[in-house]
Nanobody, 124 residues
Framework: QVQLVESGGGLVQAGGSLRLSCATS????????VGWFRQAPGKEREFVAA????????YYADSVKGRFTISRDNANNTVYLQMNSLTPEDTAVYFC?????????????????WGQGTRVTVSS
């Protein structure tokens, strides 16, 4: 069982930045692909970014490409999501998820473990 804990959310003005962290309970996180998803009020959960087990493969939703960067520090069992140039449309609860076999997938169904989420609110 892999436990994931997100942190770093909060309230920020439009144009600002936040860095989300996804800390894991396993020292084997290097074996897992990790993704970030978000869910805005009244909307379905959507893919944001994903990173393969080695960090060599990264994928982004078109809506965040060029503004968000996903990275991982396997030595410290943590995955990050650096979010720049935030807009009110980025307001959501952000979840990290881990997929076995090192996959970096864009679909939620590919992930085996999920965190509880951290809330991001961007004011205009």
């Amino acid at each position: 069982q892999v436990q994931l804990v997100e942190s770093g959310g909060g309230l920020v003005q439009a144009g600002g930045s936040l860095r989300l962290s996804c800390a894991t309970s396993t020292r084997s996180i290097w074996m897992y692909g990790v993704g970030w998803f978000r869910q805005a009020p009244g909307k379905e959960r959507e893919f944001v970014a994903a990173i393969g087990f080695s960090g060599g493969s990264t994928y982004y939703a078109d809506s965040v490409k060029g503004r968000f960067t996903i990275s991982r520090d396997n030595a410290n069992n943590t995955v990050y999501l650096q979010m720049n140039s935030l807009t009110p449309e980025d307001t959501a609860v952000y979840f990290c998820a881990a997929a076995m076999y090192g996959l970096a997938a864009k679909t939620a169904g590919a992930y085996n473990y999920w965190g509880q989420g951290t809330r991001v609110t961007v004011s205009s």
